[in-house]
């Protein structure tokens, strides 16, 4: 099942959706799809790659998995997402709120909770929202 942060009514992907979806540059072989007016499908600009590094491509699918995995927990995948984004807001400005007046932490303590809050995940969740 393919979900959407824009669009989680879109239908699950298709061999030649994956097929298609390759840009030109990272496609193996010789072969190469062209639509009906003979423009070469999912081409990107010179010099540029829209394929994800491949120490991403572990993470991504970690994620992807846990937001298809939503009837686990008997959520929506629309559900599954809206919990994302409000784990993930809470998160993202932690060092600003850690500071504030109604926490108090001193600058020089931030580092020791830096773990609990920061983690290369997030910059997943931030792609999984947009």
Do not use: I
């Amino acid at each position: 099942m393919y979900v959407s942060a824009k669009n989680p009514s879109l239908p699950a992907l298709t061999a030649f959706d994956y097929l298609s979806a390759v840009d030109d540059f990272s496609r193996v072989g010789a072969l190469r799809l062209r639509d009906g007016a003979g423009e070469f499908l999912h081409t990107v600009e010179k010099g540029k790659s829209a394929t994800p590094p491949l120490v991403e491509l572990q993470r991504m699918y970690d994620a992807c998995r846990a937001v298809e995995r939503a009837d686990y927990f008997n959520l929506r995948p629309e559900e599954a997402l809206k919990a994302l984004a409000a784990v993930y807001a809470a998160v993202r400005d932690w060092r600003t709120v850690a500071l504030s007046a109604d926490v108090g932490l001193l600058e020089t303590e931030l580092d020791d909770f830096a773990p609990a809050f920061e983690h290369p995940d997030m910059s997943l969740a931030q792609d999984l929202l947009a």
